[in-house]
Structures are given as structure tokens and as C-alpha cells.
């Protein structure tokens, strides 16, 4: 439960909530709004913005810079749940900005959080040559999305999002003025003199920009027996590069568990903590330890009054409930008095194609969906990346293919594969490859023999009858089990042609499918036998966290859910 200050505030701003920026959609939480943009090849930034805008008050874009092997949503953060994901409980990133919002709210604060594919800056970087690798386009574009003239900008990371901040200050002679905060959570890894000591020196000696820095002794740190850091790496080194190349007189102090590092008239602040039990203290910085909080409100005047620094986690009150994050959104609860997936086919009957399908997308934003799309069902398998490497992977997919309706009266529902991927983009799904299709296959718990149909192939009536056939093969069998034979699949692949769709599957019971994969359809003819199977956007490969996009865009691990080689991001998608 909301504590009750936050419950007041959430009620106050409910009532008083609007869409306050063009192109912002409602979150389901706290009556903020919501946008996804994707500004540069192979990275997504998710916008945040609370309930209310007060044109009266200052704004402050804050873009944070995922770690390496997490995505947007985790970063943001939700309440912990049996069985949801253990990185969503990490950093909420989210919850602090919502409690700085609470406790200075003389302020407008929005949170971007920059997500790159693969699920590195370091890797996204190196991909386009390094350097800055036009990483103040992308903050750029944040903030033309917001459109509030005159905000300011505070630049922060944890782990490997520290590429970020450090692309940023390499592209370009000097930091803008625009950016007044720099904060570096266990980040500040690749510092270097050379490439960004002179230009930091210069921008703090402004006021009132400042430079926050926290990190821990991790020089002598063990993972399963091995060091973690080399002999040189490490954020306690980088510091002490950062300290040196300062050259300024620093002040020494303690606070908390932490030794306090201050200069430039104490606009620049490094925490360090000891750490005399050498602990992994990596995450528990941001999130046990308010890390990002400290950040963000350190040398505020007069100072927030958000909790401590060091713990313990002082915004449990506005961690988001269930996950989702910006245009990735959580399909509500199904009403009591939804209509079955019958009556919403047969409602749109006599609709035009564009009709029906809008009528269909606001059946999910409304929750009259079944369960499988909400809770996947989980392929495990292993196979050879492009070096031979045999990989352990987790896949997870819909049970079964797109539908309106609840679990007992749902109907399938052929959509065209821009439907399709606007719902993937917002609640977090991908399309499968002829791969993954075929990997359906070999895992499915239930496998029905295609009965093709011939007249009337378009019609909803014959969508119905199909199904109704479809639903008299499968009997009441486990109703969360992979099933398949039901469709033909629409996929994605190198080989797709402007303005078609790709289809492919529709396997028989002896492993062959009717469909070999074809290109010639236009993209909005869709007939009964087209049905869409989503895939959730993350996989684990070998117990690591990944997309699915990384997967196949990867030079060695396509063939994991690839068998037509690697897939370039922009491919993976289908243009609207």
C-alpha cells in the first residue's frame, strides 16, 4: 500500500492529470504519462513524465543509461513478485525519480531511460566505431520529444551505461550548457584523462553544474572464486584517475559508510564506500542504497528531505506494482462483463479492415485477452551459434496465437503484421522468425492437424467457423499448453519485400509445413489460416539476460532463433 502522503499526492494528481506532452499516452500507475521513441539505430529511450506539468515551474530532463544486461523496464523497476523477473527489484530508477518528485516538487521532472541493442553501450558503441558514436543526438532528441523550452538536463548511468555519459562528453568540444548534472552510479569505469578530464574540469568550474560520482572498493571483489576487476580496472581505480586529473584541491570527510571526496566549492562529490567485507556491492549502490536519489538531489537547496543515503530503500511507496514501461504497457485486468471473442468478431462483421482492427486493439487495452498472452509458456532448448559454441537457451512464447476474449471464449484473431507490431511495441512482445516458428514446433505440448478452409477465406465468418473447427481438435486439454497447428505464422525475415507480409508454418503432424515461407501477399490481405504468435522480447542465452533483437542482429548468436542468418534491428521490424 502507498504510504500516506504518496496516496494524497497520487489521489491529487489523478484528478488534476492530462496528457501533458504531444504524443504521451497514460501509464496504468501513479497518473503519469508515457512515451517510447527510438531516436538512433538499435536503442529505444522510454520517457516518463508525471501526472502534471506546471508551466510555472522549472523542468529537468533526467536520461539515464541502462547497465549493461538489463533493459529499459528493469531499470525502471517493479514491485517484487513471485515469479517476475529478479531485475526488476534492482535499481528502480523509476520509484526514486517519483519519490524526488514527492519531496521537491518545485520542480517538473522527467525520466528518459536509454536502452541500446544489444543490451550494452560499450558493445553499441564499439558497433559504430566508438567514440561518441552520436550519443548527444540521442539526448538531443529526448529532449525536442518533451518540447519544454528551456530545460535542464542531468546525464546518469549504473555499470556499463557509464558509456554513455562517456560517449556524451566525447562527442563534442565541450559539455553543453544545457546539462547541469553528471552522475556516474559504479559507472565511471572507462574514465580517461585524455578524453575527458580537461573538458569535466572546464564544465565545473560553471556553476552550477555538478559532478557526482559514487563507487566502492572492488579491487580485491570475488565472483565463484575468480577476482572480478583486473589489476587496473574497476571503479575505486577510475576515481582515483578522476581525482588526479581534477587538479584541484579536494576535501576528505566521511558520511555514512562512505568516504565523501568534495571539490570545485563542493559542486563536485565522490562517495566511496570501503567495503571491509569485500562484498559484491555493485547494485545494492543504486537501489538497497538510494544511490540514484543521492545523485539527484545532492546539493539541492535546501536539501529534499527523501530518507539516507546508504539505506534503507527510501521510495517503496512508488515502486510501479506490476511491470511495464513507457509505450510497453500491462494489458488490465479482463471486465467481469467482457464481451466473449465471438461477440467482438461478430460486432465488426460487416467493418472495414481498418475498423476491425482497431476494435481489436482496444480489446487488449481493455484486458479482454486470455491468459497466454499475459503469461508465456517457456521453450528450453540448446544450439550451435555461428562458432560452433553449443548455448542453453530460454525462450518464451505465446501458448497459442493472438485472440480476443477470455480463457474459455476467446477467438483467434488474423491481424495484418502492422497490427501486429504495434501491439508488440507496446506490451513488450517481438514477431518469431521461420526459426522460432519451427521451434514452436518441436516444443509444443498439443499439435493439430491443419484443416484447410477455401471459400471465403477473407470473411469473419469464415475467422469463426475456422476457429470453432481449431477448438473441436484441441479438446480441453491444459489450456496454458504450446499448442500449435492452428495458423500459418506471420514472421519476420531478411528476405521480407516492401508492402508484403511474410507468412510461413502451418505444420502438419509429421513436422512439414504447408507453408513454405512467401513474400507475395500484400501486407493488408490476411485470411483465416494468418495467425500471430507473439514472443516476449527477452531470452536468457546460457543464463544471461538478452533480447531477442540482440539475438538475431548478432554476428554469433543468430543462429540461435535464426536459420537465414544474422537480422539487422531495423529489419526485425515491420513499418507501420
Known amino acids: 500500500m502507498l504510504r500516506p502522503v504518496a496516496a494524497l499526492l497520487v489521489a491529487a494528481a489523478a484528478l488534476c492529470a492530462q ?86 516538487p518545485g520542480v517538473n521532472r522527467v525520466l528518459a531511460v536509454v536502452e541500446p541493442t544489444p543490451l550494452s553501450w560499450p558493445a553499441w558503441r564499439r558497433a559504430r566505431g566508438g567514440g561518441g558514436a552520436g550519443i548527444r543526438a540521442i539526448v538531443d532528441a529526448i529532449v525536442r520529444t518533451v518540447g519544454i523550452d528551456g530545460a535542464r538536463i542531468t546525464l546518469a548511468a549504473h555499470s556499463g551505461g557509464g558509456s554513455f ?41 560553471a556553476p552550477p553544474n555538478r559532478l557526482v560520482v559514487i563507487a ?114 500491462t494489458i488490465p485486468p479482463r471486465a467481469a462483463d467482457a464481451p466473449s471473442g465471438r461477440a467482438v468478431l461478430e460486432s465488426v462483421a460487416r467493418a472495414t479492415l481498418a475498423e476491425r482492427e482497431w476494435r481489436v486493439v482496444e480489446a487488449v487495452a481493455r484486458g479482454n485477452v486470455p491468459r497466454f498472452l499475459r503469461e508465456p509458456a517457456t521453450i528450453r532448448f540448446t544450439a550451435r551459434d555461428a562458432e560452433g559454441k553449443m548455448r542453453r537457451v530460454v525462450l518464451r512464447v505465446a501458448a497459442d496465437y493472438f485472440a480476443v476474449g477470455g480463457d474459455r471464449d476467446f477467438v483467434r484473431v488474423p491481424i495484418t503484421p502492422m497490427t501486429a507490431q504495434r501491439l508488440a511495441d507496446r506490451y513488450g512482445w517481438s514477431l518469431p522468425t521461420r526459426c522460432i516458428v519451427d521451434r514452436c514446433y518441436e516444443h509444443a505440448a498439443i499439435r493439430i492437424a491443419p484443416k484447410p478452409m477455401t471459400k471465403e477465406r477473407e470473411a469473419v465468418a469464415t475467422f469463426l467457423r475456422h476457429d470453432a473447427r481449431v477448438r473441436k481438435q484441441r479438446g480441453r486439454r491444459k489450456p496454458d499448453a504450446l499448442v500449435v497447428g492452428a495458423k500459418k505464422d506471420v514472421v519476420v525475415t531478411p528476405r521480407a519485400r516492401a508492402g508484403r507480409v511474410s507468412i510461413y508454418g502451418w505444420h502438419r503432424k509429421n513436422g512439414k509445413p504447408i507453408q513454405p515461407l512467401y513474400t507475395k501477399h500484400a501486407k493488408r490481405y490476411v485470411d483465416y489460416s494468418h495467425g500471430v504468435r507473439f514472443v516476449w522480447r527477452t531470452l536468457d542465452v546460457d543464463g544471461e539476460a538478452t533480447t531477442v533483437a540482440a539475438v538475431l542482429a548478432d554476428p554469433v548468436l543468430h543462429p540461435l532463433l535464426s536459420d537465414e542468418g544474422a537480422i539487422p534491428i531495423d529489419a526485425q521490424r515491420i513499418p507501420r
Open 19 to 104: 496528457p501533458p506532452l504531444d504524443g504521451f499516452q497514460p501509464a496504468p500507475w501513479f497518473g503519469e504519462h508515457v512515451r517510447e521513441i527510438r531516436p538512433a539505430d538499435a536503442m529505444r529511450a522510454v520517457i516518463n513524465a508525471p501526472a502534471r506539468l506546471d508551466s510555472k515551474r522549472p523542468t529537468r530532463i533526467v536520461v539515464f543509461a541502462t547497465p549493461n544486461g538489463n533493459t529499459a523496464d528493469w531499470t525502471l523497476g517493479a514491485r517484487k513478485a513471485p515469479g517476475l523477473d529478479w531485475h526488476y527489484d534492482i535499481q528502480h530508477v523509476g520509484a526514486q525519480v517519483r519519490r524526488l518528485r514527492e519531496v521537491d
Open 165 to 205: 555519459l562517456h560517449g556524451f562528453i566525447e562527442d563534442g568540444d565541450a559539455i553543453p550548457p544545457a546539462v547541469d548534472r553528471i552522475v556516474f552510479l559504479d559507472a565511471n569505469y572507462g574514465f580517461r584523462d585524455a578524453l575527458h578530464g580537461a573538458k569535466l574540469r572546464d564544465w565545473l568550474q
Open 216 to 329: 566502492y572498493d572492488d579491487r580485491e571483489i570475488e565472483l565463484k572464486g575468480r577476482r572480478v576487476v583486473g589489476p587496473t580496472g574497476g571503479t575505486w581505480r577510475a576515481t582515483d584517475r578522476l581525482f588526479a586529473s581534477l587538479d584541484r584541491p579536494l576535501e576528505r570527510d566521511t558520511v555514512g559508510p562512505f568516504e565523501r571526496t568534495l571539490g570545485f566549492d563542493d559542486r563536485f562529490v565522490a562517495y566511496r564506500h570501503p567495503n571491509p567485507k569485500n562484498a559484491i556491492l555493485h547494485t545494492r549502490l543504486v537501489g538497497e542504497m538510494n544511490g540514484l536519489l543521492e545523485g539527484l538531489a545532492f546539493g539541492l537547496r535546501p536539501r529534499p528531505d527523501w530518507g539516507t543515503f546508504g539505506g534503507p530503500r527510501a521510495y517503496t511507496a512508488w515502486i510501479q506494482p506490476t511491470p511495464g514501461s513507457g509505450w510497453i504497457a
